[in-house]
């Protein structure tokens, strides 16, 4: 099993601290890094992928630094970045092309791995036309192929469903799941549908820091006894209710409405504790946080 080691890794740009000594070991699995806009994300994906320095640490794969790796690195490693880096010029096949032969491949080997990823991603019929035609959820797709070329040991991937329609974010999510189940796989998102239910190991990145790391339950147990759904049919008004508890979110089951909420003791109104999810962490880690903010 192949492992990637971040060690004391820090950034800055002039005087806005990205990332603050984060460290990490990340074995074969998905790993969710999570986090708001600003956060860092995508200055870790950026400084794992070697384009962008870091200011202090190491990055190790397989305890061998991956800067004395150089090229041997690059081999093992397939990026998908946030803003896809395809050729708007290039017709998809021959992108592709273009991309095994940077990855080392054979013709034959990118031929074939070309049209079983074009077939996964629903893009085979497209393969003729050029990229700069395409839609936005179909450079999110040509993007993710072109990251999985090579059979990459590594696969990095930065916001990799923007853009795509409820469907197609299912397909992608599928096979991002069991590419998961046999290589390294490190997704950098802020949308917590994504990964929940998926994800082997979360990372939660605040402000540049590792707050918190491991599975939903192991994160989620500081807040149990502490979420609570409470029925509007018997709890009371909504709106006196959100003035007094930290609602997390308004949901419906069985065509019922309830009022999801975090609070240190049992409210006053009907309720029932639950167990905390990845939606409920991810709330009570970074409430408050400004999701506008731009994205170091």
Avoid at 205 to 222: D, S
Avoid at 258 to 276: G, I, N
Wanted: some cysteine.
């Amino acid at each position: 099993m192949k492992e990637l080691q971040l060690e004391g890794i820090s950034k800055a740009y002039k005087q806005t601290k990205a990332l603050i000594d984060v460290s990490f070991s990340l074995g074969n699995g998905l790993h969710a890094l999570l986090g708001p806009n600003g956060s860092g994300k995508t200055t870790m994906m950026r400084i794992l992928t070697r384009n962008l320095p870091a200011d202090s640490g190491t990055v190790r794969f397989d305890g061998e630094d991956v800067r004395a790796m150089g090229k041997r690195y690059r081999e093992k490693l397939g990026y998908m970045p946030q803003s896809a880096g395809l050729f708007p010029s290039f017709p998809l096949e021959e992108f592709l092309r273009y991309i095994g032969s940077l990855k080392g491949l054979s013709k034959k080997e990118t031929m074939e791995q070309s049209e079983a990823l074009l077939r996964e991603v629903e893009l085979w019929e497209h393969r003729r036309e050029k990229i700069g035609t395409f839609s936005g959820g179909m450079k999110q797709r040509a993007a993710l192929a072109q990251a999985l070329l090579g059979e990459p040991e590594l696969l990095i991937l930065d916001e990799p469903t923007a853009g795509l329609d409820p469907v197609q974010r299912i397909r992608v999510r599928n096979l991002i799941a069991r590419y998961a189940a046999g290589h390294c796989v490190l997704l950098a998102t802020h949308i917590v549908s994504d990964v929940e239910g998926i994800a082997t190991n979360l990372l939660f990145l605040k402000k540049g820091r590792l707050i918190a790391q491991g599975t939903t339950a192991a994160v989620g147990e500081p807040l149990r006894g502490k979420i609570w759904e409470i029925p509007l049919e018997t709890g009371g008004d909504e709106e006196s209710l959100r003035r007094q508890y930290t609602v997390i979110r308004l949901l419906r089951r069985e065509d019922r409405p309830f009022l999801r909420v975090f609070a240190e003791k049992q409210p006053e109104t009907p309720c029932t504790s639950v167990t905390p999810d990845l939606e409920d962490c991810y709330f009570c880690l970074f409430e408050g946080e400004d999701a506008g903010e731009g994205t170091p």
